[in-house]
Nanobody, 123 residues
Framework: QVQLVESGGGLVQAGDSLRHSCAASGFTFSTYGMGWFRQAPGKEREFVTAISWSGKSTYYRDSVKGRSTISRDNAKNTVYLQMNSLKPEDTAVYSC????????????????WGQGTQVTVSS
């Protein structure tokens, strides 16, 4: 079955950087778009970024644009999220997901999810 396992979260100070990894297995990784979502305490899950199956198209929510980079290595079945200049409002559980169909910024478009990794950014 589909497995998505995130790593790379942690406790950091504002202005620091983190690199998240999502290791995929159980499906043909190179034929699916992938996305990252996050959920802060007491808030709904929100879209962070997504990448097409080939890696040629990427999408970001406005609040992370310019300081974040999504990438993928299809040979390693892994998708990455590099986040720089972290802010306290980035504090959340970050999850990767497999895009099935529909709009890339909507959770309902994704059919498989990882367990999530905690990011805490102090001021």
């Amino acid at each position: 079955q589909v497995q998505l396992v995130e790593s790379g979260g942690g406790l950091v100070q504002a202005g620091d950087s983190l690199r998240h990894s999502c290791a995929a297995s159980g499906f043909t990784f190179s034929t699916y778009g992938m996305g990252w979502f996050r959920q802060a305490p007491g808030k709904e899950r929100e879209f962070v970024t997504a990448i097409s199956w080939s890696g040629k198209s990427t999408y970001y929510r406005d609040s992370v644009k310019g300081r974040s980079t999504i990438s993928r290595d299809n040979a390693k079945n892994t998708v990455y999220l590099q986040m720089n200049s972290l802010k306290p409002e980035d504090t959340a559980v970050y999850s990767c997901a497999r895009l099935l169909s529909g709009s890339y910024d909507q959770p309902a478009s994704y059919d498989s999810w990882g367990q999530g990794t905690q990011v805490t950014v102090s001021s």
